[in-house]
């Protein structure tokens, strides 16, 4: 496999992209901006004015977008992947989006001809910049094993989850557990400041005990220095939660605790936070 179609050049899909190309994969790309291709296309990728263009003749397409509403657009649309894929093109979906969607995605295609696979990742742009994704699939374990060199190119953390929908069943609790996390640590700041403490020597402290996480390891410091640059973009992380609520709902899980989460989110964003990155949940603890 070596001929890739790629569709969403954003913060995550730029660094995916360019480490299947530094893999010697031979990408062609789509994104509804150009502009936010052009370092791809300065070095080597190939660029396509529409979606239909961009996947035929492609062994494999990957997809990494917005939003549920993108990603449907972008498989079902007349001029979408579906409708325009080569008969056993493997078509992957690395966008976190509702396994409702990952399902159907996966019977259409199957009905084509194609192989679905739901494949979101975990590990903001420095993961994805650095290869180093942690990639939770979704579909056939016969279609799984035959990309996953191709995941390996991205990740370092890769699972077979389970049938169609397990890959985005499992970034929901990825979701969920980080929520309760970043609050944590953001809570643990906002009383360390409160109390008068040296806050990077309190994270020191505190960082590699039972208290330690990867988010106080990574997005701590990030606070600390009034970075508020998206890694993970807080409307996209608000998507998701509301995804992982509704999912919940569906099975009867009660989940105050990541509930109680996206009403922080919720009031960031109605103050115009939401293109910051997660870690501006500390705002919400700022008086």
């Known amino acids: ?23 010697g994969y031979e990408l062609t790309v789509y994104t509804r901006t150009k502009e936010k291709a ?22 494999a397409v990957i997809t990494m977008v917005g939003y549920p509403k993108d990603v449907e657009e972008v498989y079902f649309s007349e001029g979408g992947i579906i409708a325009n894929a080569a008969k056993g093109t493997y078509l992957i979906d690395m966008t976190t989006t ?37 990639i939770m699939a979704g579909g056939t374990r016969e279609d799984f094993e035959a990309c996953e060199e191709l995941f390996r190119a991205m990740g370092k953390t890769i699972h077979y989850e389970g049938t169609a929908g397990s890959g985005q069943h499992t970034k929901m609790a990825n979701q969920i557990a980080l929520g309760g996390a970043l ?14 403490l040296d806050l990077q020597v309190m994270l020191d402290s505190i960082s590699q005990g039972a208290a330690g996480s990867w988010q106080m390891s990574n997005i701590a410091p990030k606070i600390l220095s009034d970075d508020f640059q998206p890694g993970f973009f807080m409307k996209h992380y608000i998507k998701d ?4 609520v509704e999912e919940g709902k569906d099975r009867a899980v009660s989940m105050p605790v990541l509930e109680e989460i996206l009403n922080m989110y919720e009031q960031l964003s109605q103050k115009g936070m939401e293109d910051l990155g997660t870690q501006a949940l500390i705002h919400y603890y700022e008086k």
């Open 183 to 196: 609050a944590g640590v953001c809570e643990a700041l906002a009383y360390g400041k409160a109390a008068g």
């Open 1 to 23: 496999m070596k001929r890739i179609g790629f569709i969403g050049i954003g913060v995550m899909g730029k660094g995916m992209a360019r480490n299947l190309m530094k893999a």
């Open 98 to 134: 509702s396994p409702k969607l990952s399902v159907r995605i996966n019977r259409e295609a199957v009905r084509r001809g194609l192989k679905a696979l739901d494949a979101p990742v975990s590990g903001g742009d420095v993961g994805a910049a650095d290869g180093t994704l942690s």
């Open 38 to 59: 052009a370092e791809l296309i300065r070095e080597g990728a190939q660029w396509r004015d529409t979606i239909a263009e961009c996947v035929r003749e492609q062994e």
């Open 241 to 244: 939660m509301k995804i992982a």
